[in-house]
């Protein structure tokens, strides 16, 4: 508790010196004229389409479309452990979306982080990843989201709580937590590779969900796709590394491609928010680039060994009855060995789901069940029951156990407390 | 094909024809609470039947679960991902089901209050501008073709809550929201009378809905496109 003490005055110095700061910049940035060059681009076909793909790659319209909404003109509310911050409407409408923006405009919230009125953005738009997306990539999306039919839809307010409700606090999170500047190529690395990371660190921003986040709500800046809890979304995206100890250790390409394009692989399927990407975002990425990013993805280091998590409190007993429970509800599907049967039941002996540190994803799966993705390569998947309605907490919490011990995996216990706890998280 | 990439590994192709290429096989995420062929839950009567639902209002009420009109978490993660194409086919499935009515239990109400009942379904109140049931669920309350869910043969529990959840704005339909007006206009008694009455009622035995086109619904409802004349 006394470590915590720091805070609230560390906090005050922010506002104070962020509020100074702020009274320094321009409240209102004239609208300004196109770069006739850059006019142009904006109304060229070719540009537009480059850009609705590049749109696709960054999952845009995920975030910036309320469910059931219009698409891209914003209103869905992103939770974030400091309070919810809506996406805005980027519709080309003038009055509530980005018809009067110029690109210099979309550059700067892109690249800068920074907000047409010279107000710092909040990061829940990921643009510490978006800094790396290249000047001509950035004008095909502005292109592109400029071609599209316009929506009125005001933007709601976020509902952050204080201190973070004021913008000046940001100043001081981006001074620890956001650098802008661009992709960098790696000249000891094939063209493919250097494509793979430019998506994955850019534009796709695969870390801000695969990489843990600190107090305040940072990525640090050594956890690179190392794997990390989504924040409010009661979801844990693995760890990527393919090698020694990573989270998707004996991945082979063809699993990591197969996963993007049809939602499915031999090691695994996609779950949670990773089955909306991949629906909405990843089975539209075109052959080349998947192949770019398996390259840079298998190329991500061994990770270090975890201690042994097996010698736990009353696990044994939890896994006898697990035992049981798998015996009558899973094992018709994911078999005794758990294997699964391939392209229909995943296996969950080594799925990065089931073994992942935290045992969310398979809590979370066991209770909700659900459809694999559909995807152009899966469009009429097999599901799995929900079970919330017919275990309790207890063998919700020993199944789980029982999958995460069983075969090889050795992933830590599950308990019932954490069962009751995920099994009201909402689910958007 | 991307499958035949990921069959190479341990797995015999034997395992793999053991699973039933059949859309059932498919749907266990829905048949796991609903029943094989739709019939419901055997238990609490929270997961309605699904058979013999016209195939139009089944498709829809997943569609609304996606949009997030209506509001029960395992319906809305399962309907998530789902494409129009395969959400028709799978209400298309349940729709073609004819299976037998499964008596739940009905609680024991004074005679007025089934009276009340009664007079919802069969002629509404019209000083509270609440239209009869059977004005859109049918003469036989067996629903109406394409969109009009039947009511005859749903357990009380089921339909109770789902009033319910349209005065607390849980469950909602395209605007103009019709239910949710007449929702609004029931009180919590009448809700308790009019879902005895009809849990309590024999089925009829031709189950079918009624054609489409053969209602005029009295209010204007987005869900049937129409335009009723009172609201």
Not at chain 2, 7 to 13: E, Q, V
Not at chain 2, 66 to 75: D, I, K, N, S
Not at chain 2, 145 to 151: A, N, T
């Amino acid at each position: 508790m006394k470590r915590l003490l720091w805070i609230p005055a560390v906090l005050l110095v922010i506002v104070l010196a962020g509020g100074w700061w702020l009274s320094r910049q321009p409240r209102q940035l004239p609208a300004q004229a196109e770069d006739p060059v850059i006019a142009a681009k904006l109304k060229d076909p070719e540009v537009i389409a480059q850009g609705r793909y590049l749109a696709t790659v960054g999952d845009c319209v995920s975030c910036h479309t309320l469910r059931g909404g219009q698409s891209f003109a914003g209103g869905r509310m992103l939770p974030t452990p400091f309070g919810s911050i809506p996406a805005p409407n980027i519709t080309p409408d003038a009055e509530t979306g980005i018809g009067d923006w110029s690109f210099q405009d979309f550059w700067r919230a892109l690249h800068d982080g920074m907000g047409r009125n010279g107000e710092p953005l909040y990061p829940a738009f990921s643009y510490t990843s978006f800094t790396k997306v290249d000047r001509d990539d950035a004008i095909a999306i502005f292109a592109y989201l400029r071609s599209l039919r316009p929506t009125h839809q005001p933007n709601a307010a976020p509902t952050l709580r204080f201190p973070y409700n004021l913008r000046s606090t940001l100043t001081a999170w981006r001074a620890v937590y956001f650098k802008a500047g661009t992709y960098r190529p790696d000249a000891s690395q094939s063209a493919s590779w250097n494509r793979g990371a430019y998506l994955v660190q850019g534009l796709g921003h695969c870390n801000e969900c695969h990489a843990a986040r600190g107090a305040w709500g940072g990525l640090e800046a050594s956890a690179t796709l190392s794997g990390g809890r989504i924040p409010e979304q009661g979801w844990y995206a693995p760890d990527l590394s393919t090698q020694a100890n990573g989270g998707l250790t004996g991945w082979s390409r063809q699993d990591i491609i197969a996963v993007l394009k049809t939602g499915q692989a031999s090691k695994g399927v996609a779950v949670g928010p990773m089955a909306d990407v991949v629906a909405g975002s990843t089975q539209y990425l075109r052959e080349d680039d998947l192949q770019a990013i398996a390259d840079y993805l298998l190329s991500l280091p061994a990770r270090a060994a975890q201690a042994p998590t097996r010698a736990n409190f009353n696990a044994q007993s939890l896994i006898s009855r697990g035992n049981v429970v798998y015996g009558e509800r899973c094992e018709k599907c994911h078999g005794k060995n758990g294997a699964g049967i391939a392209g229909v039941y995943p296996p969950l002996d080594g799925n990065a789901s089931v073994v992942e540190p935290t045992g969310i994803n398979a809590t979370r799966v066991v209770l909700l069940g659900g459809f694999s993705p559909l995807t152009a390569g899966n469009a009429r998947p097999y599901s799995m029951p929900p079970y919330a309605q017919q275990l309790s907490d207890g063998d919700v919490a020993a199944v789980v156990t029982y999958i995460r011990q069983a075969w090889s995996n050795h992933a830590a216990a599950v308990q019932e407390r954490d069962v009751a706890a995920y099994r009201h998280t909402p689910i958007d | 094909m991307p499958f035949a990439l990921l069959l190479g590994g341990a797995l015999a192709h034997a395992d793999q024809a053991s699973v039933p290429d059949t859309l059932q096989q498919r749907i266990a995420a829905c048949t796991s609470c609903h029943g094989l062929h739709g019939e419901g839950s055997s238990g609490s009567g929270f997961s309605p039947r699904l058979a013999g639902k016209p195939a139009g209002y089944l498709a829809l009420q997943l569609q609304n679960f996606q949009r997030g009109l209506r509001q029960y978490a395992p319906m809305e993660y399962i309907a998530r991902s789902l494409t129009p194409d395969y959400m028709h086919e799978i209400a298309e499935y349940f729709a073609a089901q004819q299976v037998p009515y499964e008596r739940r239990p009905v609680p024991a109400l004074a005679p007025s209050m089934l009276q009340r009942g009664e007079q919802l379904v069969t002629s509404g109140d019209p000083a509270r501008q609440i239209p009869p049931c059977q004005a859109c669920h049918g003469k036989q309350l067996t629903g109406t073709e394409p969109s009009v869910p039947g009511l005859a043969g749903l357990p009380y529990d089921y339909i109770s809550a789902q009033l319910g959840s349209w005065r607390a704005g849980t469950r909602a339909s395209a605007a103009p929201d019709c239910m949710a007006q007449i929702a609004g206009r029931l009180a919590p008694a009448d809700i308790t009378a009019v879902s005895a009455w009809l849990a309590g009622r024999q089925v009829p035995a031709d189950t079918h809905p009624q054609p489409a086109g053969s209602i005029t619904p009295p209010l204007r409802c987005g869900v049937l496109q129409a335009h009723g004349d009172g609201a």
